[in-house]
């Protein structure tokens, strides 16, 4: 991945694909840690890139959950 995820893109997506886009994601996070801290990192603006995918993919992952889940009355 080497732009942005658009929200389009991923809600189109199944359950699976989302956790293995999630699981890429995270590790790309990882390697870019691991290269800043190195010294190595040129594109500084991928890590909040990064993180924003990983942000707007949980987000649909709970937002397809709550929807799923049966309303629980709070008591």
């Given at each position: ?13 199944s359950?699976?694909?989302?956790k ?44 397809r959950?709550?929807?799923a889940a049966?309303n629980?009355?709070?008591?």
């Amino acid at each position: 991945m080497t732009a942005m995820t658009k929200p389009v893109d991923v809600r189109a997506k199944s359950e699976d694909e989302l956790k293995a886009m999630l699981l890429d994601l995270r590790k790309e996070q990882f390697n870019l840690r691991f290269q800043r801290a190195s010294g190595q990192l040129e594109a500084t603006g991928r890590i909040q890139a990064v993180r924003r995918d990983i942000a707007r993919v949980k987000t649909i992952m709970g937002e397809r959950h709550r929807a799923a889940a049966p309303n629980q009355p709070k008591a």
